[in-house]
């Protein structure tokens, strides 16, 4: 790498994230569909050196696209596909989350000064008379902001404990 490429990518390290963006815009014809400035100076210093140096050949561009078609995106198979091979899980019957203690478990903690206690139930969990999907439901509701349910309620640290 040439030493005057090397100092136009080590000036995009200091550039505020809209410098970024619009230097990614000019380089690859589109707006950024990130936001993260590391990830934006990586992207235009890497498209800097392709051009520099040399992109990929057409024969390797046009292998890629070959090798694209021919992948399967999915990273899970479909919940139908295993209610067909007759996997409990896929029904709900195993599905129960490891962490959460059985069914009929109060769940109580103290915030401002008022005791939160939550009945663990087998499909949900109760809080001021009302169901609630999830632990993280209910601090959202005790407290206004989001939080991991497992990690507002303790669960977590108990676990470790044990």
């Known amino acids: 790498m040439d030493s005057s490429l090397q100092l136009e990518i080590e000036s995009l390290r200091d550039l505020k994230l809209k410098e970024l963006k619009l230097r990614y815009r000019e380089l690859f014809g589109e707006e950024s569909p990130s936001s993260n400035h590391r990830h934006l100076f990586r992207r235009i210093a ?15 561009r046009e292998r890629a696209e070959q090798l694209a078609q021919d992948i399967d995106l999915r990273l899970r ?3 139908p596909f295993w209610k067909r091979l007759g996997d409990r899980s896929a029904e709900g019957i195993d599905a129960r989350d490891s962490r959460l203690p059985p069914p009929g478990t109060l769940v109580q903690r103290e915030y401002q000064g ?7 139930l087998e499909n949900g969990f109760l809080y001021n008379g009302r ?9 959202h509701e005790v407290t206004g902001t989001r939080w991991n349910g497992f990690v507002f309620f303790h669960l977590l640290a108990k676990q470790a404990g044990s």
């Open 77 to 79: 198979a479909p919940r």
């Open 114 to 120: 008022k005791t939160i206690a939550v009945t663990v």
């Open 46 to 60: 890497w498209r800097l050196q392709a051009r520099s140096e040399g992109d990929l050949s057409e024969r390797a």
């Open 131 to 139: 169901t609630y999907s999830s632990l993280s439901a209910i601090a």
